[in-house]
């Protein structure tokens, strides 16, 4: 259980804290400037001075950092270990979206990129995966549906039908993050290939380009007041016989629950690590306005209350941090199959720790603190919304238990 | 301590569900909708269905509850008590901004029309406050500054000076609710006139009319990600050299700081009454969402956490309206200062509570709840903000908790 | 819903608060001292004191107020409502035991006795009501049994078997409080009468003496470290083949789980306006030890967190007492039946509510608080226990959800 | 940051988890019997079969494992790292106060004899520390004191005045844990040598023997009703005139508090370490009760809110581990000066998480969970004091926000 960082890690974490001094903090006005001036405001992606950070970042080794070990190298990734890439991760989790997608490590195109290299044929990933891992192109992952608790894969109801050489799409998704920009250019789509197969065999997941007939963008998602289009939003999709070829599948027919399965893990760890460094961000925040701030005769920073919130916000961190380095460690040594307790563990502790904290900075900053004035309520409720990523909290921790139990029986 | 409604009290309980279920809820798209044409998005009180509406609150004696007594009576409301206002508020709060807009019991127009009936001069009176009661034209109450922590009245900055028959403003406010609306007519400005003076005598209040030269309103505040232009955003405004004839004055020089006092109690009770109902409307919303969901092979209502959360939000909530009911009827029997420390419990209690009960609310709509498809993010959102309103809870604690160590020496 | 305290109860309070003052405090120390010099430390109503303070308390009418209405003046008590009777049982339990037991109103025995005067024949109540209202003699109720979850009264498994004009009796029970008190000469038996009825007609209740052989007395429970040898600890008992008339049944066979019922309501409130009573004395001890104590250059009562404690403490302990007299009022006005829901929400948020104060004030007194210096170390175990009484809260919670739930069906 | 455990941790791990199972727990109930049956109640280290268990440990190499590094080896003991040792701690903690007084790992004793290593003089450490670290004697730590916030050391009023050879105390002490035993030879005592030093040279320790005149040993101190006569309760002291001589200052005069810090930091970790092993006996007997009892139709472990505790527990248990690790592994490589931000940390967090889930195994096991029968009442007990020890919680969370404050400067 070795959390240190090497040498190399070293490296990388200063040359990345570095560029975000140099480049990405620097370009955070801009980039919200030139975003407002597009003509589609979810377009976020052709927002010039994107592809000058993006260029620099691939110029400093900054790219591709999320996808582990051989296969990452085998796509022209360093690929760094879990372990490896969890403090770059928290990093760029410091300020907001843009550093990701600058590192080409945004969700969700970076499960997707995991899926193809580990499940998609050489024409697949010659056809999605290398334009992804060049920046070119943007994916979107449609599990979601608005008619069941997706939370229990085996309730996916979207229809995929198999006629001749092609495939026939019909159904509903919603929260399709990132769908919302044209450039996301292909879906990755979870539905119900064989309804009579056994419970985990019934999905298929097929990769489905933007422009396919009888695909619809019905409308954005908002959450809270956000619509979040600096990232591409969340989409409502329609799909009505949207016809694909076969060769479309990723994987065997009735791989669909297994490939999610395995997209599920880094997923959660990639989220954990950058909202690692939103609390951070938070703590850093509320620590400059609580010794800013004077009422009543005395700095905020001398309230005991403050006080109190400051030193939680802190003790929880660190042990959070802790978790999710194991975590990391553990999928790097045994595997995410071994590592499962663990991500469940992260998924369940992250967001209610991190959100525990915002709420403290947000409080400390007065009405300030729910306002476009600081980052903290738009990264409240991007946290917010992991309290239901892959399936709500108390899914997660009624298995957990569940395994828990079964240890101490005799 | 008799918190029963009378029989005036069921008789207008009975007469406003039937209006929200006949007028107001049919009337809610349509609201949306209409505000969705208007030329200015911040003009709300221009949507066509709201004048309908409130015509028809007006016929049914829903006009003007807000205020109350003899004081009501004489500007020719009902005068109903606050504990008979109370259920009605509730009733009224269940459905977000619409059903206090057109009773004409909204904030912050209702807390600046007690202002002018309590100091308001013949002329004032006639100038601002009978439009008001009409509903003919909207306020604004501006007080909150963004340099300093304004929990501490005596930190406001805002100079009023005279200069012969003028008052001349300078400074900076923010979080001006309804300002953002065209229709906003008039602002009650407070300021400091004489810095010299002791610590309660420094500030004053004075009408400022929107088409005052050197008046700026300079943007929208957003509360999460909502500008909340339905009900007219939050605005900061700057005055530079601002000037008003000194009989715009409320009450003599130096009354600022008591005038903002008497305005508290009211206001916040108000606030409390109707966050009652929106927690009441989101145990609904859970209730049902639970009983129709299914995950798992149960419905949610069957889950024994869910269950606990249902349980949690009745218990608390029932603790909850009663203590504004005993503060109602304690305003009502002993005046609002000798509610003063029901009066900062409820403050407390409110929006913890409610803020509490809409969390797990949302929680059972899977990420739903926090879209533009349900309510509950929305009033999240406004219920949050109610945690700073008058100055930060922890204020309130501190100065409820010095009261009750005080009680306690011998 | 008038929770006003009318003009006789205002007057029972000035006597019992100037009787807790000249009587009931100045002989705390008394009457632990003569408890520890008697030959059986658990037979504390031998305590020479208590029969002096009885005799005073008896005289100034402090006798008996717990049994309701008409009821209670058909037995010789003042018959007051549970409205009047909710501030006087919360005066008394700010004193711990005794002030409950001098008065005649401590438990187990009043419910026992509301059960002998509801359901009791003349013969039963000559024999066991008429000593136990003249506090001559003591009882004890045995319903939880060790080998089962309690909580679910279909579950008890202590077998009463007729035997031609003798019921039988084998089991075994447990927490039977007051029972290792050689004065509690009559035990209130809950057991099954007939396996095959229908579910809530299984049980019966039967009075059995002390001296019946068969009945051992196994042990004393303790709960944290206490034995609660001053009102009578908590009897483990074993029936082996015990022998009563058929006579000492209460009520008709089958109706053991009804009169249960009707036991429970009456009982928790007692418990509730008592530990409000618990919660007042803590918050005192609390505030007096914060402005006494100097830490870091400042009495604890300046510092922010402890104020913060202060503050919670008193506005969640006015909402529970509200909620609680609320209760009350309900009870006299449409029955314990009517108050169903009440009565479970007060036994949910009365234990949380108490034991978080206790936890503050304990921590403001530093480790001396956990002693034996302070009541509220031992008060704090008190109220744990109620978390469990009549089934845990989780199953009252599941309860009042589940008619939450039914409400908001269409 | 390594926390691996390596070989020859691996390899005490089995031999003391085999020597539990073999030897401790067997004994438990032999000790227990055998303490009742000692002329003296509180002289725990006679009981016989504690010296067959402590000639047993040793034989195994379990003995003395706490004193780290060069200065155990110098004293005889393995010289473990403390992360070496963290993982056994736990395993002794999982088994109350048997183990580490089996293993001569128990405090204060453990505290005592590493002030005697590092700060004795030679004479001091034949006379004390040897037979210490032989087991042949007990001791105890007396620094807190009754009238004075003593988490602020500067409070310490006790006097020690130089009168020749020999000083000379006065004042009161109590919370001495172990010094009821009439075993325990020798007080460490903590005492103002000097009031007019500057803030933190006013202190000095002095050696004091047990049958020293003027040594009264008061009373015994309580803990929720627990004397904890099993391990040498908690005792008040009165010195009247003490005298001993000189030499038996430790350190120089004006030392103490820099001794009292530097004895801090090991025993907060030992009690961290075995704190956790106190949570994982809890939640193993929260599981099998959990699948063992049957409610309501289902076992406890099928019910929602039971797996949540479970899984909750699990998750911040892993979490709180993770940092107990990490402080212990930075107090091996940088000093336990070093390590001073990460020992608070542990000493906030520690007892809150183990209290909460000592607290929900409790409610799992229902009214026996706070009874003699099971071991959790007493934990929580313990568990509960450790928020007071080495000052409350809010003490040292204050000066970890000064601290992160600090470094958020700029």
């Given at each position: 259980m070795d959390f240190a960082h090497d040498a190399a890690t070293q490296e990388l974490q200063r040359t990345l804290l570095d560029f975000m001094d140099s480049h990405v903090h620097p370009a955070e006005a801009t980039f919200h400037a030139q975003l407002g001036e597009l003509d589609d405001r979810w377009a976020w992606s052709r927002v010039p001075v994107l592809a000058e950070l993006r260029e620099a970042a691939r110029e400093r080794g900054l790219w591709n950092l999320f996808l582990p070990g051989e296969q990452g190298k085998a796509h022209g990734?360093?690929?760094?270990t879990n372990l490896q890439y969890a403090p770059l991760a928290e990093i760029s989790g410091r300020s907001g979206h843009l550093a990701p997608a600058v590192m080409n490590c945004a969700a969700p195109d970076t499960g997707n990129m995991e899926v193809l290299a580990m499940f998609g044929t050489p024409e697949q990933q010659e056809r999605w995966l290398t334009p992804l891992m060049d920046g070119r192109i943007r994916s979107a992952f449609a599990m979601t549906?608005?008619?069941?608790?997706?939370?229990?894969?085996?309730?996916?109801?979207?229809r995929i039908e198999r006629d001749g050489d092609e495939l026939v799409l019909n159904g509903r998704k919603w929260?399709?993050?990132?769908?919302?920009?044209?450039?996301?250019?292909v879906f990755i789509v979870m539905g119900k290939t064989d309804p009579e197969a056994s419970r985990h065999r019934q999905q298929s997941m097929v990769l489905v380009p933007r422009d396919t007939p009888g695909l619809e963008v019905v409308r954005g998602m908002e959450v809270f007041g956000y619509d979040d289009h600096e990232h591409g939003g969340h989409a409502e999709l329609r799909f009505s016989d949207v016809r694909v070829p076969a060769?479309?599948?990723?994987?065997?027919?009735?791989a669909g629950f297994a490939i999610a399965q395995a997209r599920l893990g880094p997923g959660r760890i990639h989220h954990c690590m950058r909202s690692i460094g939103v609390a951070e961000m938070a703590i850093q925040l509320m620590c400059e306005r609580a010794e800013a701030r004077t009422a009543f005769g005395r700095t905020l920073s001398q309230q005991g209350v403050v006080r109190d919130w400051i030193a939680e916000s802190r003790v929880r961190l660190e042990q959070l941090r802790l978790l999710v380095l194991k975590t990391a460690w553990l999928m790097d040594t045994v595997g995410n199959r071994g590592a499962h307790t663990e991500i469940q563990a992260i998924k369940i502790a992250t967001p209610a720790t991190v959100q525990w904290i915002l709420d403290k900075a947000i409080q400390v900053h007065g009405a300030g603190g729910l306002s476009q004035d600081f980052p903290l309520a738009n990264a409240y409720a991007g946290i917010r919304t992991l309290r239901f990523a892959d399936g709500p909290d108390e899914v997660h921790k009624n298995s957990l238990a569940k395994a828990e139990i079964a240890r101490h029986q005799h």
């Open positions: 990734a360093p690929g760094l549906e608005p008619d069941v608790a997706s939370s229990d894969a085996t309730n996916i109801a979207t929260w399709i993050t990132g769908a919302m920009n044209p450039e996301c250019e060769a479309n599948l990723i994987g065997p027919e009735g």
